[in-house]
């Protein structure tokens, strides 16, 4: 069973950066399109960011273009979602995700690891 352990979680301030990773275990990483999630306070689980097997595709929400890039190391099985010129709205806790295909919905995610939390202060 696949697992997925997300770090470089915390807290920063308005227009501050982050970075976070997402290292996956087990064989054929490569094989997966990986993607990032969030769950702000009170609110529905939702699409951040998503980027195809071999690293040559990506899809971001529309509220984090821009300001966040996903990218991915095959080599070393991990995922990583750079954040800059993070804001408020941007509170929340970032699940790292695994799928078959590119998408936006959470009902198609395969393996999901157990959320790190982003606390952006004003």
């Not at 408020?88 to 959320?115: F, H, N």
Request: hydrophobic fraction near 30%.
């Amino acid at each position: 069973q696949v697992q997925l352990v997300e770090s470089g979680g915390g807290l920063v301030q308005t227009g501050g950066s982050l970075r976070l990773s997402c290292a996956a275990s087990g064989r054929h990483f490569s094989s997966y399109v990986m993607g990032w999630f969030r769950q702000g306070p009170g609110k529905e689980r939702e699409f951040v960011a998503a980027i195809t097997r071999g690293g040559g595709s990506t899809d971001y929400a529309d509220s984090v273009k821009a300001r966040f890039t996903i990218s991915r190391d095959n080599d070393k099985n991990t995922v990583y979602l750079q954040m800059n010129s993070l804001k408020p709205e941007d509170t929340a806790i970032y699940y790292c995700a695994q799928s078959l295909i590119m998408t936006r919905t959470t009902y198609r995610v395969k393996v999901w690891g157990q959320g790190t939390q982003i606390t952006v202060s004003s």
